[in-house]
């Protein structure tokens, strides 16, 4: 990554004023100008004519991402690009005028400490809450979002039933689901290995049997005799046994449907054991976090999915994200994942939505986001109306060698784009989506909204 270099014009030498004597008689004019100037508020960039946001009556944003746990990772990128947007934002005037405040809670990826946060932060006054890196955690936010009446965006959430199942009117998701990555990838597996044997190590919660299931699909193994799966708890650290089970099975590709830390023990266990020499290793929803955890070498040739990587700005000449990016780099000397991505685009799609409605009420903020098409660190992403799925491109990826990795000056230079999909061909369908609803005794439709409940 190379920033833009700006030229600066040589100053000129000042010149000698025509009468010197001038000066005694202007200078009760000069120092009372300059008195003016310095009380003048600061300003930055295009957000010179901004107004100051109000600081005694601040807008409060709550974000509850795991600070602690397998997912801490992930979550260290959300508050760091969610303090940079807020950042940026109140530079800017703030929302409707107001300053904006980010009110964090450590969700520990765990559900219960997760109600119990969003609960504090919606009595707080948060008028959003957004993060989490756990489908199990962002199911429970929005829940009780949905139940107080609050906005919710899940930031890194990839079960399916994030908007299905478990979607509600308050909830919003900001990444792909499973079945889009999935979809993404099938093309590609189905090519290489149809008839092929596949083993399955997934992650025993929501996001991993929902990821799997739409991995069988999609590769056509929905077969458990001749395709067999092992479930891990969330939070393992020593995969050997299962890894020595799946290496037993002699497997052509080994799916791990883990995430984070988990992840990272597996792949790089897999790796002393010799295992990728064996078999392809698939990881269906990657974040640069996870790849530098699991580390060069077992990372290479790795194939997985994500929504953005810090890379893609510069291949599309995207100037907005290629700001995101190093201004990312300057503050925190590192490139952001997907994870920090999301939430910096929820923070900005939040404010647009509440300028559109002119308004923080959570019903107007709904309604100005169902079907809104937006662009910001990557292609045109929409809010789908239907189940408020973010329907966006998705790429596949492949692990780096350790060289290329290397070379790069963080050492974070991890994944070779090598094919994309656009949400429209992967999302599920509208006619699917209500049948798996009615099939799972719901409405073929969001709730409708209401008052909200006071928490």
């Avoid at 010197?20 to 009380?39: E, K």
């Avoid at 799916?255 to 992840?263: P, R, S, Y």
Wanted: glycine share 6%; proline share 8%; with cysteine.
């Amino acid at each position: 990554m190379q920033p833009p270099q700006h030229a600066h014009p040589s100053p000129r030498p000042p010149s000698r004023p025509a009468t010197a004597g001038l000066l005694p008689a202007l200078l009760p004019a000069l120092l009372l100008a300059l008195t003016l100037a310095l009380a003048a508020p600061p300003t930055a960039g295009h957000a010179a004519d901004a107004p100051p946001p109000d600081a005694d009556d601040p807008l409060l944003l709550g974000i509850n991402y795991p600070l602690t746990g397998p997912y801490s990772v992930e979550g260290l990128d959300q508050i760091r690009a969610a303090r940079m947007a807020v950042d940026e934002i109140n530079v800017q005037g703030g929302i409707l005028g107001r300053r904006v405040r980010l009110m964090p809670r450590d969700s520990a990826s765990d559900t219960l400490k997760t109600a119990i946060n969003v609960r504090e932060l919606i009595r707080s006054g948060c008028s959003m809450v957004f993060g989490g890196s756990s489908s199990a955690v962002a199911i429970a936010a929005a829940e009780t979002c949905q139940r107080y009446g609050v906005p919710f965006f899940g930031t890194l959430t990839y079960s399916t039933a994030t908007t299905l199942e478990d979607g509600h009117r308050m909830s919003f998701r900001a990444c792909n689901d499973s079945h889009m990555s999935a979809l993404t990838m099938a093309d590609w597996l189905n090519e290489r290995y149809a008839d092929k044997r596949f083993f399955y190590i997934t992650a025993d919660y929501t996001w991993g049997w929902t990821t799997e299931e739409s991995f069988r699909r999609a590769t056509h193994t929905e077969d458990r005799l001749a395709h067999p799966a092992a479930l891990t708890p969330l939070g393992e650290t020593d995969f050997r046994n299962v890894l020595e089970q799946a290496d037993a099975f002699r497997p052509d590709v080994i799916v791990l449907v883990l995430f984070g830390k988990d992840m990272a023990y597996a792949l790089r266990q897999a790796t002393a054991m010799g295992l990728k020499a064996r078999a392809r290793f698939v990881v269906p929803n990657l974040t640069l976090g996870m790849a530098e955890r699991a580390g060069p070498e077992a990372m290479q040739d790795v194939v997985g999915t994500l929504p953005w990587t810090w890379t893609l700005p510069y291949r599309d000449h995207n100037r907005r994200g290629i700001r995101f990016v190093e201004d990312f780099v300057r503050r925190y000397r590192r490139y952001p994942s997907t994870s920090g991505a999301s939430a910096y685009t929820i923070v900005y799609e939040y404010k647009a939505a509440v300028e559109r409605a002119h308004s923080t009420d959570p019903s107007a903020v709904v309604r100005a986001l169902e079907g809104h098409t937006h662009a910001l660190l990557k292609d045109a992403q929409t809010w789908r109306a239907l189940d408020h799925q973010s329907v966006q491109t998705v790429y596949m990826v492949r692990g780096k060698t350790p060289a290329q990795v290397l070379a790069d000056p963080f050492r974070l230079d991890f994944f070779e784009i090598v094919l994309e999909k656009p949400g429209a061909q992967t999302v599920l369908p509208e006619a699917e989506w209500r049948r798996r609803r009615i099939a799972a005794g719901l409405p073929p439709h969001l709730e409708p909204l209401t008052a909200r409940e006071a928490p």
